[in-house]
């Protein structure tokens, strides 16, 4: 089974500012016969379910702001949201599908 | 429009099964090269993957809960079925289906809202 770990557990910066996200798998989740990372980011705001912001790793999902960005390969990987919006108050979750499907605990990210 | 929507008992005895059912409409599963997974979430706590069932109706299980769980689909009626055995407090929480664009890979871009199930005698 592999396990993906996020960090921290929670984050609380000004609007405007950088969160910055991390996950690690515990294997690496580069695929070598198309040379992708299988490595997808959700935000879940409160009450709601939750949304695609980055597959691969690092591909936007359509109609994500492109203050959302994804980056990493093989067992590490960050999210980032470059300025802050109020509207991003949420848990943030990395999934692995490289093998079956995991989830990360979850990073709760609020307003400082 | 891709929707998907989830029903089922809000209320579960302990040991009783559980049957979930989604609905969904904007995709096809007996056409389109998708998938339809479950995740579930106890409340407070992080998303869990349950399982996914694909086009070509290969079925994939969570590890830790494959001896419990058994999904389908009925292609006709555009739905795909959960069934979770000898169901207990843990197993209450919020059950989502999602769906995966893809047969092969499986990050999920559209959600239902989910169903909130209980189980309490």
């Known amino acids: 089974d592999i396990v993906v770990t996020q960090s921290p557990d929670s984050l609380a910066v000004s609007l405007g500012e950088r969160a910055t996200i991390n996950c690690k798998s515990s294997?690496?989740?580069?695929?070598?016969?198309?040379?992708?990372?299988?490595l997808a980011w959700y935000q879940q705001r409160p009450g709601q379910s939750p949304k695609l912001l980055i597959y691969?790793?690092?591909i936007r999902e359509s109609g994500v702001p492109d203050r959302f960005s994804g980056s990493g390969s093989g067992t590490d990987f960050t999210l980032t949201i470059s300025s802050l919006q109020a509207e991003d108050v949420a848990v943030y979750y990395c999934?692995?599908?490289?093998?079956?499907?995991?989830f990360g605990q979850g990073t709760k990210v609020e307003i400082k | 429009q891709v929707t998907l929507r989830e029903s089922g008992p809000a209320l579960v005895k302990p040991t009783e099964t559980l049957t979930l059912t989604c609905t969904f409409s904007?995709?096809?599963?007996?056409?389109?090269?998708?998938?339809v997974n479950w995740v579930r979430q106890p409340p407070g706590k992080p998303l869990e993957w349950l399982a996914l069932?694909?086009?070509?109706?290969?079925?994939f299980y969570s590890l830790s809960l494959k001896t419990r769980l058994t999904i389908s689909k009925d292609t006709s009626k555009n739905q795909v079925v959960l069934t979770l055995t000898t169901v207990g407090p843990a197993d209450s929480g919020t059950y989502f289906c999602?769906?995966?664009?893809?047969?092969?890979?499986?990050?999920?871009?559209?959600w239902g809202k989910g169903t909130t199930v209980t189980v309490s005698s």
């Open positions: 999602a769906r995966s664009p893809t047969a092969y890979y499986h990050y999920m871009d559209a």
């Open positions: 691969w790793a690092s």
């Open positions: 069932i694909d086009w070509e109706d290969d079925k």
């Open positions: 904007g995709f096809s599963l007996s056409t389109g090269q998708m998938c």
């Open positions: 294997q690496s989740l580069l695929h070598s016969s198309n040379n992708k990372n299988y």
């Open positions: 999934q692995q599908y490289y093998s079956l499907s995991n």
